[in-house]
């Protein structure tokens, strides 16, 4: 099956929020992990969003060039063709852009969907996020209603974050601001009051309740999920009906009761990176231990071709990565439960 169209992508998270469930956005940074995500999926049987963050754009368009857009576009145009036989709907997200990288990453990926969309064509990528969440509020919302109006007209759904995920983020830490790592309900009805509660232009909001980027000992991290049940109740006295469509944020190394209970409050996409960026390197350094005396020449020998060869190890470590992806979709409770089914 092809990447989502715009309408499908839509109908995935019209979906997850009526049916209680949310999809698993997954971090990648090469074609072996585009792969591993997209197998995930499949052996799940569940629909997934594939993300690539400013960070991950530069590396994929190669550390000579360091070019975040043209990185971006690559994945996007690889995914093209081998979700092609993909037999779940996979859509295409780019995470976490600063104030700082708007120009050069968010709008001019943002400008080719939109030209996409006028010559008939699908959108370059079906989400993007602008993560304002180191703005005061007011001038986080204000410059997200401006972004919100334009994914609106290349069918793009926008993701905001309200509050701020601790931990680090393509080299960017969030230590010292332990308040902000709880968005109060009385931001959460502010972003409403200013971008609407998606009736007519749809956005994904990232609120924050204790949640980290990385992974930490237990009990380093303290989850209050109640947090987006507060926003919830509040939202629905404010205006009857609207529900948030809220985005977890750091989700690898959580508890999965607690993950269930955030996907019970309107959680229908949540991010994993690190978890499956262990899995994967993990495999490799299994392989590398134990073929050690193949892929190293020791002793003026010549090792063995078929240990150090990439696609040795690489095999190993989709799988690995793949596996934990497929976890995730179960734990989010998307497993079996693609449209296409």
């Given amino acids: ?48 969003i594939v993300q690539v963050s400013t960070g991950g754009g530069a590396f ?14 690559a994945l996007a145009a690889f995914a093209e063709v081998v979700a092609e036989n993909c037999p779940v709907l996979v859509a295409l997200h780019t995470d976490h852009c600063p104030p700082d990288k708007l120009d050069d990453f968010l709008r001019p990926l943002l400008a080719e969907s939109l030209a996409r969309r006028q010559r008939g064509e699908q959108p370059l ?23 919100l109006d334009q994914c609106a007209r290349a069918d793009v759904v926008l993701e905001i974050e309200c509050g701020v995920v601790g931990g680090e983020e393509d080299g960017m830490r969030t230590d010292g601001l332990p308040e902000r790592l709880y968005t109060t309900t009385e931001d959460l009805l502010r972003v409403v009051e200013v971008l609407g509660s998606g009736e007519h232009r749809r956005y994904l909001l ?7 980027h990385g992974v930490y000992q237990p009990g380093n991290v303290k989850l209050r999920p109640k947090v987006l049940a507060d ?16 985005v977890f944020h750091g989700g690898s190394g959580s508890d999965p009761a607690e993950i269930r209970e955030a996907v019970s409050y309107g959680v229908v996409k949540m991010n994993i990176d690190s978890d499956t ?63 296409l089914r």
């Fill in 60 to 73: 994929l368009s190669g550390a000579s060039r360091n070019d975040m857009v043209a990185g971006a576009r």
């Fill in 125 to 147: 990528f079906h989400s993007q996020m602008f993560d304002g969440s180191t703005l005061p509020l007011e001038q986080n919302l204000e410059l997200a209603s401006v972004l």
């Fill in 206 to 212: 990232a609120a924050t309740f204790g949640n980290v």
């Fill in 231 to 246: 926003g919830q109740k509040a939202l629905a006295a404010a205006s009857p009906g609207a529900r948030f469509r809220y």
């Fill in 1 to 48: 099956m092809p990447l989502a169209t715009a309408e499908q992508y839509a109908a995935m998270l019209d979906a997850a929020a009526s049916g209680g469930f949310a999809f698993a956005g997954v971090n990648v940074s090469s074609s072996l992990t585009l792969n591993a995500a997209l197998r995930g999926f499949a052996d799940a049987g569940a629909d997934g």
């Fill in 277 to 339: 960026q262990y899995a994967f390197t993990r495999a490799v350094a299994g392989h590398m231990f134990v073929e050690y005396d193949g892929v190293l020449k020791i002793d003026a020998g010549v090792g063995r071709k078929q240990a150090y060869d990439p696609r040795a190890w690489g095999r190993g470590a989709e799988a690995a990565m793949a596996a934990r992806v497929a976890q995730a979709c179960e734990q989010l409770g998307s497993a079996g439960r693609s449209l």
